[in-house]
């Protein structure tokens, strides 16, 4: 269902952020139910959920890339920071009651994950299993 093409493509082989990334699909699904049929307070708590869960979400990631002292960090995380800067500026247009920016925000937020997760995160995650496997021998 819903916004996303669940062909694949978005598993990356890292359980941990597969599994949060699986939850990010849910929330925006949920986001996407609250919006079309559900009361106020259904809505912003949907749109508390996934914003929380992304914040969670990509300071694990960071920490993860530092930790690894991953060379591309600061272009992931230049990605990351731009979902932020809209993710706040969709969210300051909903409070101030602008009717559009929920479903737009929702639309975004789907497309940024299904650009940002097939290459980027793919990329940092093929770093980090390297790393695992050099750092066991
Ligand atoms: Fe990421
Ligand atoms: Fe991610």
Redesign the pocket.
Known sequence: MGLFHRSGGYTIFIPEIDAEHRTMFRLVDELATALDSGTPRARNEALQSIVSQMQLH?AH?ERLMRDSRYDAFAW?KG??DGARRQAKRFIKRIEEGDRKAGAEMLQYLAGWLQN?IPV??RM?AAYLRNFERRRAA
């Open positions: 990509f990631e992931h990605q990351h940002h980027t995160d940092m």
